[in-house]
């Protein structure tokens, strides 16, 4: 078995225990309150927590392409990637087992397939910049000059196929969660209240 094979295997595993996890205190917690702990107001509460905790994912976007200075915000990503499993986890234990509306499944659903996305596009990640550190070696080891070596592995990174193909599905997948939380607060609000 390989490396990536095991750490495959491991991130899997990992998942599962979580879904089944966050599935087990949401039943706990609705046996203990009586009904459905996502409509109780402890329940809203871990619901809010868990958009909040999500939304921080949106700083690591916004540092990137908009901080002061050019590079690669390496602290904001590891937010990004605890607050896009955390964040889940609390909406998981919010909405648990129940499919009795269409929108709140919808969003679960979307929710899903971003955080699946996003497990994989750290492995994408992890394989280009491997890549880039390989070639990187190659290109001093030929004796090029460190700009040119830059201007290479520049145009090596914004070619990567694969990350591209993985943005195309990711961040559209994570607008369409977006709307349809939107659509789910609104509805709540507006049929149950806080």
């Known amino acids: ?21 966050g599935f087990l205190i949401e039943m706990f917690l609705s046996f203990q309150s009586g009904g459905q702990f996502g409509h109780t107001q402890r329940g809203h509460v871990v619901g809010w927590i868990g958009l909040a905790v999500m939304l921080t994912v949106f700083v690591y976007s916004i540092k990137k392409r908009y901080g002061r200075k ?10 990004h990637q ?6 889940p986890l609390l909406i998981l234990i919010h909405a648990g087992l129940h499919f009795h509306a269409l929108v709140p499944m919808l969003a679960l659903l979307a929710m899903g397939v971003v955080v ?29 000059a460190r700009e040119d070596i830059e201007d290479q592995l520049y145009d090596l990174a914004s070619g990567e196929e694969t990350f591209r193909i993985w943005q195309m599905i990711h961040a559209p997948m994570v607008m369409l969660f977006l709307a349809l939380v939107i659509t789910h607060i609104l509805g709540a609000l507006y049929f149950g209240g806080v």
């Open 1 to 21: 078995m390989t490396a990536i094979s095991k750490r495959f295997l491991i991130v899997m595993g990992c998942i599962v225990v979580a879904i089944a996890g």
């Open 70 to 79: 050019a590079g690669w915000p390496k602290g904001w990503f590891r937010v």
């Open 116 to 144: 699946v996305s996003g497990v994989v596009g750290v492995a994408v990640h992890r394989k280009a910049l491997s890549l880039l550190n390989t070639t990187r070696k190659q290109l001093l080891r030929q004796g090029l």
């Open 82 to 87: 605890v607050a896009g499993i955390v964040g």
